[in-house]
């Protein structure tokens, strides 16, 4: 669907959706919606960016299909957050990658990413890649200053690219005239911790009509969280190699200990969010974009799994082979996350602290 077709048919969802009401307990997006009465492209990127997907408007509404108007509020807004992170995307014409992923580019990619570290490593340091010993020195095998040459230049443009498109969402993103409420951007931010818009109104969020379970949150907190713990395990190793402490560490250390801990709420979270899009009802997403989260899902799966078996390793005669998988993937990684799934939860982010400085109802 074209972008203006797009627009087009978003507005006349929320516009029946306006009328009717119903749902306007569920979640902010319908809160939003409220408070406009036309829906230009900003608006809809608003209100989609705004929803968590929890699919229970969709079983509640009068109009959904087989109705004539065929509303699909959660599908609907699937499409427009697409176009939004396309639009948002820096350089833009690399917004089209969005349409691209799927299992296979991910897996590719990683073996691309994989076959570059080795074939370096072999050109660089060959000898130490066929007998790492058992000192677990990574930096043996991929020098220090190479990693951090080629992560850190890797990591500045990725950066740029996710700073940028977080500052286009912001500025487009509209905000409802007058005052902000008391303390809300910190309940803002709180939502966004909690997920909170994953069980509304206290029932967890459907898996198909009548079925509510607690599982997809669970998943969502063990990704985002595990996640964030092995970005701290990177940041803690990285303070410790500056202050005159290089790796390896004992496994008793803070930084393994979180990195432990990280890679597994990342095996947890993403094995569950691919068994939730296999058994989740078809009608709350939008398969046109079952690729975008799926690959997202397996390079995050990939490099928690990665991680694990090289800890775990990392004294044996394969160090070096399961140290460039591992950074291979990792690089994958990187380079999709400015063009991938990972920019949802940032445009969400945006769009709940948007909604939080936008005035009541009944202001």
Same mark, same amino acid.
């Given at each position: 669907?074209?972008a203006a077709?797009?627009?087009?048919?978003?507005?006349?969802?929320?516009?029946?959706?306006?009328?009717?009401?119903?749902c306007?307990?569920?979640?902010? +997006?319908?809160?939003?919606?409220?408070?406009?009465?036309?829906?230009?492209?900003?608006?809809?990127n608003?209100?989609?960016?705004?929803?968590?997907?929890?699919?229970?408007?969709?079983?509640?509404?009068?109009?959904a299909?087989?109705?004539?108007?065929a509303?699909?509020?959660?599908?609907m807004?699937?499409?427009?957050?697409?176009?939004?992170y396309?639009?948002?995307?820096?350089?833009?014409?690399? $917004?089209?990658?969005?349409?691209?992923?799927?299992?296979?580019?991910?897996?590719?990619?990683?073996?691309?990413?994989?076959?570059?570290?080795?074939?370096? +490593?072999?050109?660089?340091?060959?000898?130490?890649?066929?007998?790492?010993?058992?000192?677990?020195d990574?930096?043996?095998?991929?020098?220090?200053?190479?990693?951090?040459?080629?992560?850190?230049?890797?990591?500045?443009?990725v950066?740029?690219?996710l700073?940028?498109g977080?500052?286009?969402c912001?500025?487009?993103?509209?905000?409802?005239a $007058?005052?902000a409420?008391?303390g809300?951007?910190?309940?803002?931010?709180?939502?966004?911790?909690?997920?909170?818009?994953?069980?509304?109104?206290?029932?967890?969020?459907?898996?198909?009509?009548?079925?509510?379970?607690?599982?997809?949150?669970?998943?969502?907190?063990?990704?985002?969280?595990?996640?964030?713990?092995?970005?701290?395990?990177?940041?803690?190793?990285?303070?410790?190699?500056?202050?005159?402490?290089?790796a390896?560490?004992a496994?008793?250390s803070?930084?393994?200990?979180? $990195?432990?801990?990280?890679?597994?709420?990342?095996?947890? $979270?993403?094995?569950?969010?691919?068994?939730?899009h296999?058994v989740?009802?078809?009608?709350?997403?939008?398969?046109?974009?079952?690729?975008?989260?799926?690959?997202?899902?397996?390079?995050?799966?990939?490099?928690?799994?990665?991680?694990?078996?090289?800890? +775990?390793?990392?004294?044996?005669?394969?160090?070096?082979?399961?140290?460039?998988?591992?950074?291979?993937?990792?690089?994958?990684?990187?380079?999709?996350?400015?063009?991938?799934?990972?920019?949802?939860?940032l445009?969400r982010?945006?769009?709940?602290?948007?909604?939080?400085?936008?005035?009541?109802?009944?202001?």
């Open positions: 669907m074209h077709e797009l627009t087009r048919e978003g507005a006349r969802v929320m516009s029946v959706c306006n009328a009717c009401r119903y306007e307990q569920y979640c902010p +997006a319908f809160q939003a919606m409220e408070r406009r009465l036309d829906f230009a492209t900003a608006d809809l608003h209100l989609a960016n705004l929803c968590h997907g929890c699919g229970e408007c969709l079983y509640a509404c009068q109009y299909p087989p109705h004539e108007f509303i699909n509020v959660p599908r807004f699937a499409q427009l957050r697409l176009h939004s396309e639009q948002y995307a820096w350089p833009a014409p690399l $917004g089209a990658a969005f349409r691209w992923h799927s299992v296979t580019t991910a897996l590719g990619l990683a073996a691309l990413m994989i076959a570059v570290m080795l074939g370096a +490593a072999v050109a660089l340091n060959g000898e130490a890649l066929r007998n790492p010993g058992v000192s677990a990574f930096y043996a095998v991929v020098p220090h200053g190479l990693m951090v040459t080629l992560f850190g230049s890797v990591g500045a443009f950066l740029v690219a700073t940028v977080v500052v286009r912001w500025r487009e993103l509209p905000t409802a $007058g005052s409420r008391q809300s951007i910190l309940s803002a931010v709180g939502d966004l911790l909690r997920l909170r818009h994953l069980h509304v109104a206290g029932r967890d969020c459907v898996t198909a009509p009548e079925v509510r379970t607690p599982w997809r949150r669970w998943f969502h907190h063990a990704t985002f969280y595990g996640f964030a713990l092995t970005f701290a395990a990177t940041s803690v190793a990285t303070l410790y190699h500056w202050s005159g402490s290089p390896p560490y496994y008793t803070l930084p393994v200990l979180l $990195g432990t801990a990280g890679g597994f709420g990342l095996l947890f $979270g993403c094995a569950g969010l691919l068994w939730q296999a989740r009802d078809a009608e709350l997403a939008d398969s046109a974009q079952h690729g975008l989260d799926r690959s997202f899902i397996v390079l995050l799966l990939l490099t928690a799994l990665t991680g694990l078996v090289l800890l +775990a390793l990392r004294q044996g005669p394969a160090m070096g082979l399961l140290l460039i998988v591992h950074l291979g993937v990792v690089l994958a990684l990187f380079l999709t996350l400015p063009y991938g799934k990972f920019v949802h939860g445009y982010a945006v769009a709940l602290l948007k909604h939080a400085a936008e005035p009541t109802t009944e202001a």
